[in-house]
């Protein structure tokens, strides 16, 4: 049976405080990523307040004519226009949706009913839901009576709800993420090390690098590994001495900056954590680690890397590489290829 796919991006984003369907996860919008797993239907349509806020030639845009009356306006004009009898609505918050799913509600497709509804437990997913256009009526009446909660919907047309609990899918697929705090949990940044012996160029490559991010608009965090103990105190500084009394935590803050230091061990893990806005996050050092890596090596130095191979983004050298690399091999002030190659492993 052909289907349609309408994907609803003409809410306010509220509480989220900017346009969700803008939002990215691995490096693509909300909105890019549903309608890529959904390109292999016969028709994909972007529903929307206002069609200028989009790329009109990139999708098909279908703009609300009854403004600001919720989503059932994103359903009434999704079925006006579709190509196909049957059209599985979601929302633009929902990144995690796949094809599997839809194409396991479509199944429950037949003459008995009108509405086909994801439910999970008690609660009832209207948009993760496919919609006859027999229903187009009953949305018409509704929208000019202005009655506008979907749940008007299905006690009016004959609805088949579908337990998630009944299925093999996981309730993430149909995870929607309406604030700031929901989406930071789900963002997480591009992490990659810059690795090598010791004085091999690490901390210029790195700097190189983050130029080139920012370039592009990203945030950027560094996190440098020390193999040695490390003191960012001057001695007779207040912060010093905080810690010689004996003090685990000392921070220090000003108009343009924070710092806080732990004096009972290291913690690569709360220093992660704080890097959790970042887009991408740079670690110097760590080349035993099994985060992916780009290695330095410099002839003046050494003449071989040092790394498992197996976790070699590129290598980055001045010198004539003996042994055979799976990965790209650059010159080491070759940063624009370093760049473009770190961005393709992790297809930004």
């Known amino acids: 049976m052909k289907l349609s796919v309408a994907i609803l991006a003409g809410g306010k984003s509220s509480r989220m405080g900017t346009n969700k369907a803008l939002l990215t996860i691995n490096n693509n919008t909300f909105l890019d990523t549903i309608a890529g797993e959904m390109h292999s239907f016969e028709e994909v349509l972007i529903c929307v307040d206002e069609k200028a806020k989009y790329d009109e030639k990139k999708y098909r845009l279908v703009e609300d004519v009854h403004k600001g009356i919720g989503p059932i306006e994103g359903?009434?004009?999704?079925?006006?226009?579709?190509?196909?009898?049957?059209?599985?609505?979601?929302?633009?918050?929902?990144?995690?949706?796949?094809?599997?799913?839809?194409?396991?509600?479509?199944?429950?497709?037949?003459?008995?009913?009108?509405?086909?509804?994801?439910?999970e437990g008690n609660k009832?997913?209207?948009?993760?839901?496919?919609?006859?256009?027999?229903?187009?009526?009953?949305?018409?009446?509704?929208?000019?009576?202005?009655?506008?909660?979907?749940?008007?919907?299905?006690?009016?047309?004959?609805?088949?709800?579908?337990?998630?609990?009944?299925?093999?899918?996981?309730?993430?697929?149909i995870k929607?993420?309406?604030?700031?705090?929901?989406?930071?949990?789900?963002?997480?940044?591009?992490?990659?090390?810059?690795?090598?012996?010791?004085?091999?160029?690490?901390?210029?490559?790195?700097?190189?690098?983050?130029?080139?991010?920012?370039?592009?608009?990203?945030?950027?965090g560094v996190i440098k590994h020390d193999g040695h103990d490390f003191n960012v105190d001057n001695e007779n500084t207040d912060t010093f001495r905080f810690a010689a009394a004996g003090a685990l935590r000392v921070g220090i803050y000003s108009d343009s900056k924070t710092a806080?230091?732990?004096?009972?061990?290291?913690?690569?893990?709360?220093?992660?954590?704080s890097m959790s806005s970042m887009d991408v996050v740079i670690i110097e050092g760590m080349k035993n680690s099994n985060y992916p890596k780009v290695e330095v090596v410099r002839k003046e130095i050494s003449q071989s890397t040092v790394c498992d191979k197996s976790t070699l983004i590129c290598v980055a050298t001045n010198a004539k590489l003996t042994d055979a690399y799976q990965c790209p091999v650059y010159n080491i002030d070759d940063v624009c290829g370093i760049y473009n190659c770190v961005k393709k492993y992790f297809e930004m």
């Open 260 to 273: 806080v230091m732990k004096y009972d061990g290291g913690d690569f893990d709360g220093i992660m954590n």
């Open 124 to 173: 009832v997913h209207p948009l993760c839901a496919i919609y006859s256009k027999r229903i187009l009526p009953v949305l018409k009446a509704l929208i000019e009576n202005e009655k506008y909660k979907l749940i008007n919907i299905f006690e009016r047309t004959r609805t088949k709800y579908i337990d998630i609990e009944l299925s093999c899918f996981d309730r993430k697929l």
């Open 75 to 119: 359903i009434y004009e999704a079925l006006m226009h579709a190509e196909n009898e049957y059209v599985f609505v979601c929302a633009t918050d929902m990144p995690f949706i796949k094809k599997e799913l839809v194409n396991y509600i479509s199944e429950f497709i037949s003459s008995d009913y009108d509405c086909y509804v994801l439910r």
């Open 176 to 220: 929607n993420i309406n604030t700031k705090e929901e989406y930071r949990e789900i963002k997480k940044p591009v992490v990659f090390a810059v690795s090598g012996i010791k004085d091999s160029g690490k901390t210029g490559l790195i700097i190189k690098l983050i130029n080139e991010f920012i370039k592009e608009g990203k945030a950027v």
